[in-house]
């Protein structure tokens, strides 16, 4: 199929439940980035973004189970890139009643657990979990992107 550079389009993953695989979806989660005008120095917040949400879905979602599958599900959304990422929801997600900051993480203050989804919501536009009707969890993320804005090189 020939899709113009410029046209809305979408990108689906399935990985296994096995840390390392992250890795490889960050790859190709950024050249779609790059080419759909993610600005450049966004780019690496993107792939941090990407392997924390590709963890949480694996390590807590699926138990690191490799027989159960994480889906990754990219699409243009006005001028957005959104990404979402699904487990098959061994747990499901529970939000803490007052997170700490990362600074009171750090300082002891509580437990470690749980500072990728911090570093998450200071890293991209939008980040949150989705309600679901079937089983796992749905973790979405958007990046913005600049509008008029077409790259189909560099990464």
């Known amino acids: 199929m020939n899709t ?11 990985l296994p439940s096995e840390l390392g695989y992250e890795v490889i979806a960050r790859d190709a989660v950024a050249a779609f ?24 879905a694996m390590e807590h979602g699926n138990s690191l189970d490799p ?12 001028e957005r890139l959104v990404v979402e990422v ?4 061994v747990s499901r997600y529970t939000a803490a009643p007052t997170p700490l900051s ?14 990728g ?12 979990f989705v309600t ?10 958007a990046f913005h992107r600049q509008p008029g804005h077409c790259s189909s090189g560099d990464r």
């Open 86 to 89: 699904l487990d098959q929801g």
């Open 67 to 78: 027989g159960l599958r994480v889906q990754i599900f990219c699409r243009i959304e006005a």
């Open 4 to 14: 113009p550079a410029c046209s809305p389009a979408s990108l689906e993953l399935s």
């Open 33 to 56: 980035a790059c080419r759909l005008g993610i600005p450049a120095e966004r780019i690496e917040d993107l792939k941090t973004v990407l392997c924390e949400a590709c963890i949480n």
């Open 102 to 115: 990362i600074g009171e993480k750090v300082a002891g203050q509580g437990s470690a657990r749980g500072m």
């Open 132 to 141: 679901r009707s079937g089983p796992g969890n749905c973790f979405r993320f």
């Open 117 to 128: 989804l911090l570093l998450i919501s200071q890293l991209c536009d939008e980040a949150g």
